[in-house]
């Protein structure tokens, strides 16, 4: 069967109902997708049987997931606004750990009945990174939002992977504290030819 | 904010000029194609209901209290009340002196007395009942009906009260099997779908269908007194 299924393929060629489902695996797991309301569907092997994805749209900004779709980087933050400052506050510090967790975003459409043609085709998976939150100032009748963003990496790159500017011994021990391959680099610099060493 | 056990607007009282009732989605294009119209993509699911009660005309001294009460209720749009759509005039109700008339009013005791100040028991003329429990967010429902006057046909708003996400609205744009007569057992296909399961036996709800609305947040109810006390106010609801 292909990855994603042909009466899929088929529905999105045309005017169609797409729904958009993350799922970030915190202890319980956060399941939301970009809909309107709640909707029981589950991504297979990833949730268990009778999971609910609850209806974020109207919380949750989409741009950022065409960056995420086409690859061009390697991560993206997905955001929500509309909240106020002080229950942004308490969200942030009563968010459950999620350094770490997998997050998976998936598609698939819906019929005419409103009911999903197929399980969660997931398309992406990332890594949960770091929460960020932002309150902007605003003038005059403008309505104040806060935003807060989930930092999610794909691969590797999680921003809490140091990166050494200096190939010194002190940085180099800070990694591996036994590891004298730096030792000697404050020997070598510009227009010195440093000997050989000879253990 | 809790959802079931609300208050509910009470419009006649309010005397809108124009109620608009709509679901709001949202659709995403993919940019303008050569043809010039894109293709639709829904991600909404359905869409959630507004409401608006335009110009709503306040002349007494409790009309003016009772806006003072939305206002301060619903400010800021945390929390919620009944927000009912009149379809007195055009719902499968029976007609009453010439009038369709979603309730009977004035129903005396048994014995043929009334209250002690006149007034009697009023009750709903069209009743419906879910014949099958359908799950959170089905599209398809059927119901049992008594006491129409037409048939089930084109489209009519009805509303469900639902255990924990109490009053609902829905439509429906196809009717999938009717009965011969006009009453009876219909399959219907409904918009927007199921906001929470159905047992079967739950009451179906055509006089006067109501959703759990708040006011959206950019908007906000203002305490108006003009002079000579006649103001005219426009309301606004999305669903909770």
């Not at chain 1, 729904?19 to 909707?39: K, S």
């Not at chain 1, 998976?125 to 990496?153: D, M, Y």
Request: hydrophobic fraction near 40%; charged fraction near 15%.
């Amino acid at each position: 069967m292909d990855w994603v299924p042909s009466n899929v393929v088929d529905a999105l060629a045309l005017s169609h109902q797409l729904g958009i489902f993350t799922h970030i695996a915190t202890v319980p797991p956060l399941r939301v997708w970009f809909g309107v309301e709640d909707i029981p569907i589950t991504i297979e092997s990833v949730d268990e049987g009778g999971a609910i994805y609850q209806g974020g749209g109207r919380l949750i900004g989409l741009p950022t997931l065409e960056v995420l779709v086409n690859g061009t980087a390697d991560a993206v933050e997905f955001t929500m606004s509309g909240i106020d400052p002080a229950t942004g506050a308490a969200l942030i510090s009563s968010i459950p750990p999620v350094r770490g967790a997998d997050v998976y975003v998936g598609i698939t459409t819906l019929d005419d009945y409103y009911q999903p043609m197929s399980h969660i085709i997931p398309l992406w998976r990332g890594t949960a990174s770091h929460t960020t939150e932002a309150s902007p100032t605003v003038v005059g009748q403008q309505n104040r939002t806060t935003t807060l963003g989930l930092s999610i990496a794909s691969g590797g790159e999680t921003r809490s992977r140091p990166s050494r500017s200096l190939w010194s011994a002190a940085q180099q021990k800070a990694l591996s504290p036994t590891d004298r391959f730096c030792d000697n680099t404050s020997r070598m610099a510009r227009m010195v030819q440093p000997v050989w060493p000879n253990y | 904010m809790a959802l079931i056990g609300l208050p509910t607007v009470f419009i006649d009282f309010l005397a809108p000029e124009k109620v608009q009732v709509d679901p709001k989605g949202g659709a995403q294009e993919g940019g303008r194609p050569l043809v010039g119209e894109p293709a639709a993509a829904d991600i909404s699911g359905g869409g959630f209901l507004t409401a608006s009660y335009d110009g709503c005309k306040i002349t007494t001294e409790e009309q003016h209290e009772y806006v003072n009460l939305l206002g301060a209720r619903l400010n800021f749009g945390f929390r919620n009340i009944n927000v009912p759509i009149p379809t007195d005039w055009w719902g499968p109700f029976p007609k009453i002196g010439g009038i369709r008339a979603p309730y009977v009013t004035n129903i005396p005791h048994s014995d043929g007395s009334t209250f002690s100040d006149g007034a009697g028991y009023s009750q709903a003329t069209v009743s419906g009942e879910v014949t099958s429990s359908a799950a959170l967010r089905a599209g398809v429902i059927t119901l049992t009906t008594t006491g129409m006057d037409r048939r089930l046909r084109h489209s009519d708003w009805f509303s469900i009260y639902h255990p924990t996400k109490g009053w609902r609205a829905y439509r429906y744009w196809e009717v999938i099997s009717a009965p011969s007569g006009t009453n009876g057992s219909y399959t219907l296909a409904i918009s927007p779908p199921l906001r929470e399961a159905v047992t079967a036996g739950t009451r179906v709800e055509f006089a006067r269908p109501r959703f759990v609305g708040r006011f959206p947040s950019d908007f906000t109810l203002p305490s108006i007194t003009e002079a000579f006390f006649v103001t005219k106010q426009d309301i606004r609801f999305v669903e909770a």
